[in-house]
């Protein structure tokens, strides 16, 4: 029985991270484009992506509940804060991977001819492909932890048997939460760092040489 | 071809970087743009294919002012090089030469036909370099690809930027005295911008010398040489001796 109830919840807790880490993937990446080209708007910006990073999970939980649309109990609530917490990383590393790219060769890409698009699509987000990727790991694995506390909000997953756990002092409850997370964490790290090295293959292959 | 007319630059309200700037460069003419680090050359360059846009005067290639142009068909219809950092990584060199085609829509065979042809001209066999990644070359082979990148779609105007600057000496006399006389051969109209006075009487049928935004002096090698027409000018034109 247990272990049904371990499967389903760690299905859901899968569930909370990859449509959150999606969706901050659809909206992070296009912000981190768009405040490398308003570069008066990316410190400002970052700064407040900085200060959403520091609430405490559990306090920003909390202060979501009361808003209306985005808030009220349940799984809704928990991954507008889970994207609130991916967005960060991935806005950060596709404004920095695109800004590091040697400035020699965006200009170069320019007096080639291309037009803005064709200069992100074909040389920009190629070469900041790796930085942004580092991105979208953290943020999953980020997701993964920050997904427990969303229990405490009634969106399920892992967390509930961590809560359960911490509530009825039982130990044996609070590793059948924790341990599933930690794998899924670990698994998911390795599996990205797969997609992007398959992504990147052919760097690697200059790398080695 | 190329004419500049009371030009003048100005980045973030501080000293111009290029001041009332007249200068005219002919058909199939070879110009050499020579100063110090900063003294306006590069963006003189880039004002041409409207990489920098002037804020008073006018640029006009072939008669026609830039400002009017699209900037972007205006930059492919020029050849661009720069240092050797100018090639994309993550590109073979086949697909660093066929960038401009491939931008103004040539079909593959076509491209390939040109690649194979740029190759060649710029003395490297195509079936051992097309497939090569940047850097698997040496620092000349990379910059006879950027050469051959910027020929690829036949521009009539070539604009190069210290393109021998990131060269051992000696791979940089074998280059320049190489790619000078291809530039002729083709009847390339060339501006480059260089800080080796040896680099600009070799390769320059004329010379602009320029100092703090303002062009001091254009001549033949042998004005600029024989009657420099200030102390700044004989300066930077000296050559050192050999240590």
Excluded at chain 1, 141 to 157: F, K, L, M, N, R
Excluded at chain 2, 16 to 28: M, N
Excluded at chain 2, 63 to 73: C, F, L, Q, R, Y
Excluded at chain 2, 113 to 122: K, S
Aim: net charge positive; hydrophobic share 50%; charged share 20%.
């Amino acid at each position: 029985m247990i272990l049904s109830t371990v499967l389903r919840l760690t299905l859901q807790h899968l569930l909370l991270v990859a449509l959150s880490t999606t969706a901050s993937v659809l909206v992070g990446i296009p912000a981190g484009i768009l405040l490398t080209r308003n570069e008066r708007f990316a410190r400002p910006a970052l700064a407040f992506a900085n200060i959403l990073q520091t609430i405490p999970s559990l306090a920003l939980f909390g202060l979501l509940i009361p808003l209306p649309f985005l808030g009220g109990l349940g799984t809704r609530t928990a991954i507008v804060a889970l994207i609130l917490y991916a967005l960060l990383p991935i806005v950060r590393n596709t404004y920095t991977g695109i800004r590091s790219i040697d400035r020699a060769l965006s200009e170069t890409a320019t007096a080639l001819g291309m037009t803005d698009l064709q200069r992100l699509r074909s040389v920009e987000l190629p070469l900041a492909l790796p930085v942004i990727f580092a991105g979208i790991r953290i943020a999953t694995v980020i997701g993964v932890g920050t997904a427990t506390i969303a229990a405490a909000i009634g969106a399920g997953g892992l967390g509930e048997l961590i809560f359960r756990g911490l509530a009825m002092v039982d130990n044996r409850l609070i590793l059948a939460g924790a341990l599933p997370a930690a794998a899924l964490a670990l698994l998911l790290d390795a599996a990205l760092h797969r997609v992007e090295s398959a992504l990147t293959q052919r760097r690697h292959r200059q790398e080695v040489q | 071809m190329i004419e500049f007319r009371g030009v003048t630059k100005t980045y973030n309200a501080g000293q111009p970087a290029v001041e009332d700037l007249d200068l005219e460069i002919g058909e199939g003419e070879i110009v050499a743009l020579v100063g110090t680090s900063g003294c306006g050359k590069t963006t003189t360059l880039k004002m041409v294919n409207r990489m920098v846009e002037p804020d008073r005067g006018e640029v006009r290639v072939q008669g026609k002012s830039v400002m009017e142009m699209d900037p972007i068909s205006l930059r492919r219809s020029i050849g661009y090089v720069i240092q050797e950092i100018g090639l994309f990584p993550h590109w073979r060199v086949a697909a660093n030469i066929e960038a401009v085609p491939k931008l103004l829509g040539w079909e593959a065979g076509r491209r390939m036909e040109r690649r194979d042809a740029l190759l060649r001209m710029v003395g490297l066999e195509p079936s051992a370099y097309a497939s090569k990644y940047p850097d698997e070359l040496s620092g000349g082979q990379r910059q006879r690809v950027g050469f051959a990148r910027a020929l690829a779609a036949d521009p009539s105007i070539l604009l190069m930027d210290e393109p021998f600057g990131a060269l051992d000496p000696i791979t940089r006399r074998r280059l320049r005295a190489e790619l000078g006389s291809l530039c002729r051969q083709l009847k390339k109209t060339v501006l480059f911008v260089t800080h080796d006075p040896v680099e600009a009487l070799l390769l320059g049928d004329r010379i602009a010398v320029m100092d703090a935004g303002r062009l001091c002096q254009v001549g033949t090698p042998r004005q600029i040489r024989g009657q420099p027409a200030s102390e700044l000018v004989r300066e930077l034109m000296t050559i050192e001796a050999p240590a």
